[in-house]
């Protein structure tokens, strides 16, 4: 599987943006999703996991209610909706996917996208 990352820019703070990641293969919807950030000079950080069938979502504590990921798998593609951003959303953004969810949510994922860049100014 090929992850290819879109979406990120610049945004004011209190402003939206949304990340889309495209996959390649047909074995795309078989794959639980996520999306990590790695902010300058920070350890890369989980954000938000779905499942393969976008039944089951999760978040980290800092995006829950802010942020929203779902996934078309018609289209093998994800998305992470974001709002109200604030400077400390600020990070580069990566895609990712594993066969298990709770192993996604915990870093351990079979492959990366490169990221995206999301800057929040203030």
């Known amino acids: 599987v090929q992850l290819q990352a879109s979406g990120g820019g610049l945004v004011q703070a209190g402003g939206s943006l949304r990340l889309s990641c495209a996959a390649s293969g047909r074995t795309f919807s078989s794959y639980s999703m996520a999306w990590f950030r790695q902010a300058s000079g920070k350890e890369r950080e989980f954000v938000a996991a779905?499942?393969?069938?976008?039944?089951?979502?999760y978040y980290a504590d800092s995006v829950n209610g802010r942020f929203t990921i779902s996934r078309d798998n018609a289209k093998n593609t994800v998305y992470l909706q974001m709002s109200s951003l604030n400077s400390e959303d600020t990070a580069v953004y990566y895609c990712?996917?594993?066969?298990?969810?709770?192993?996604?949510?915990?870093?351990?994922?079979?492959?990366w996208g490169q990221g995206t860049q999301v800057t929040v100014s203030s």
């Open positions: 990712a996917a594993g066969i298990y969810i709770h192993e996604v949510v915990a870093g351990k994922v079979d492959y």
């Open positions: 779905i499942s393969w069938g976008g039944g089951s979502a």
